[in-house]
C-alpha cells in the first residue's frame, strides 16, 4: 500500500511561490493533523516563522469539544502559539472583515466526510465568500473524501431549502474532495477570489479512508471512525426524525432505533427490498443523552459488508419508509430549530427535496424515490467533471 501525502504534506514540502511572506490564517480542528499526527498550525509555524496570526476553528470547536448541533464554540487565544483563534460557529458562520484584517491568505485544512450536511464544507463556502469581499486569498490543503471519490448518490438541495446543512446544489454524497468542493463553489457563487489548491500526492477516487494509510481522528464528536463516515449519508438523515440516530452510544449513526420498533417485522420488510451492502445486527442501546435519553431502544446496528455495493442515503430512505408506514401513531418528524433554522422542517433541510421527504412519509419504495433525483444527479455528473483534480 503506498501512503497517500495529504495537501498539508505537500504544502510542507514543497512550498508554493505564493505563500512566501504571506500573513497567514488556518482553518483547522484537531484532525488536522500529518501522517505522524502532529497539527499543522504547529507545523505550519515552524515551516513558516512568524507568518501564522490566527486560527479560525468550524462546528465543535478548535479540539472538537463541543458535542452537538447548535452548541457554539467561543472566540479564543490559542495556548501554545499566543495567536487569536476565531470561532466560526459562534454568533457568526463565517469570519468578519476585522478578523480577517491581519492576514492576506487563509489557509484551510479540514477533514470532509463526503456528505452534503456536514457542515464543514459550508464553513469553507462562507469562508471563501467573506475572502473575496475582504481581497484575502484561499489556499485548501486538500483532504482525501473518507468513503470514496467514484460514486455520488441522492437527489440535489433545492433552492428553496439552503441552510448550513446546504448552501449550494449538490446530492448527499457528492464523491468530491474538500479540494475540488471550493473550486465548485468558487465558480457557482462567480467568486473573484485568489484561490488555490494544494493537491494530495497518492490518492485515487477508487479509495476510501483505509487505502490511505492515513491515520483516523475523529473530525467530530459523533464521527468516531471510518465505518461512521460510511453510513453518515443515509443515517444523518434520522437527525430530523423522533428514531435515535445513536448520539448517547459508542457507535453514532450506526446504531439506531426507538422504543417503539418492531424489529422482527422491519427486518423481514427490509431483507424483503433485497438492497445491498449491509446487514442488520438487533442491537438494544440506552443514550446516555439526546433523544430517548436513559430509555431503551430496540434497534439495529448496520454493519457494511460491501462498501462499492452499499448505497447509504437510498438505504436509510428505504427503511425509513418502511418504519413510516408501520408506525403511524408513534413515527414523527423532528420540530425545528435546526442548524439556525427555525421554520422550516429539519427533516426537509437534511434531506434536501421535499418531494422525497413527502415519499418516506407516505411509505413509498425507494425505486420511487430513486426515480426523483435520477436526471439531475446524472447532470450534476456532467458538471462535476469540471473540477475534479484525481
Not at 507568518?51 to 448541533?69: I, M, R, V, W, Y
Not at 494544494?198 to 494509510?213: E, Q
Not at 418502511?322 to 422542517?345: C, G, H, M, T, V
Not at 426537509?348 to 411509505?363: F, H, M, Q, S, T
Request: charged share 20%; proline share 6%.
Amino acid at each position: 500500500m503506498v501512503r497517500v501525502r495529504t495537501g498539508l504534506e505537500c504544502l510542507l514540502e514543497e512550498p508554493p511561490n505564493w505563500i512566501i511572506g504571506r500573513r497567514l490564517g488556518l482553518l483547522c480542528n484537531q484532525a488536522s493533523v500529518d501522517a505522524s499526527l502532529r497539527h499543522a498550525k504547529g507545523l505550519i509555524n515552524d515551516r513558516f516563522p512568524g507568518q501564522l496570526k490566527a486560527l479560525f476553528s468550524p462546528q465543535h470547536g478548535l479540539f472538537a469539544e463541543k458535542q452537538d448541533n447548535m452548541v457554539e464554540s467561543p472566540h479564543g487565544v490559542d495556548r501554545d502559539l499566543g495567536i487569536p483563534v476565531y470561532s466560526l460557529y459562534g454568533e457568526t458562520r463565517e469570519p468578519n472583515p476585522e478578523q480577517l484584517s491581519d492576514i492576506d491568505l487563509m489557509l484551510v485544512d479540514v477533514q470532509d466526510v463526503g456528505c452534503r450536511v456536514y457542515t464543514f464544507i459550508w464553513t469553507l463556502y462562507l469562508a471563501m465568500e467573506s475572502c473575496a469581499k475582504a481581497g484575502v486569498g484561499v489556499a485548501v490543503l486538500d483532504r482525501p473524501n473518507p468513503i470514496g471519490g467514484d460514486i455520488i448518490e441522492g437527489n440535489l438541495l433545492n433552492g428553496q431549502l439552503h441552510s448550513f446543512v446546504g448552501l449550494s446544489s449538490i446530492p448527499m454524497r457528492h464523491g468530491m474532495t474538500i479540494g475540488e468542493l471550493s473550486r465548485f463553489f468558487a465558480s457557482e457563487q462567480g467568486l473573484d477570489i485568489e484561490l488555490y489548491v494544494i493537491p494530495m500526492d497518492g490518492w485515487r477516487r477508487y479509495m476510501d479512508f483505509l487505502d490511505t494509510a492515513l491515520p483516523w481522528v475523529w473530525p467530530s464528536p459523533n464521527m468516531p471512525t471510518i465505518d461512521t463516515a460510511r453510513v453518515y449519508p443515509g443515517q444523518v438523515i434520522l437527525e430530523g426524525t423522533n428514531l435515535s440516530e445513536g448520539r448517547g452510544t459508542t457507535r453514532p449513526f450506526e446504531v439506531f432505533g426507538a422504543p417503539y420498533l418492531n424489529l422482527a417485522r422491519l427486518r423481514s420488510d427490509v431483507e424483503a427490498l433485497g438492497l445491498k451492502g449491509f446487514t442488520l445486527r438487533e442491537q438494544y442501546f440506552e443514550p446516555t443523552f439526546h433523544k430517548w435519553a436513559g430509555t431503551r431502544c430496540l434497534g439495529f446496528q448496520i454493519h457494511v459488508t460491501d462498501k462499492r455495493l452499499y448505497r447509504p442515503y437510498l438505504s436509510t430512505l428505504a427503511i425509513l419508509s418502511i418504519i413510516a408506514r408501520s408506525n403511524r401513531q408513534d413515527f414523527s418528524w423532528k420540530a425545528p430549530p435546526y442548524e439556525y433554522e427555525f421554520e422550516k422542517l429539519p427533516a426537509d433541510l437534511i434531506i434536501g427535496n421535499e418531494v422525497v421527504r413527502k415519499a418516506v412519509e407516505d411509505g413509498a419504495g425507494h425505486q420511487d424515490m430513486e426515480a426523483v433525483w435520477a436526471d439531475e444527479l446524472n447532470a450534476f455528473c456532467f458538471l462535476r467533471k469540471n473540477f475534479l483534480l484525481y
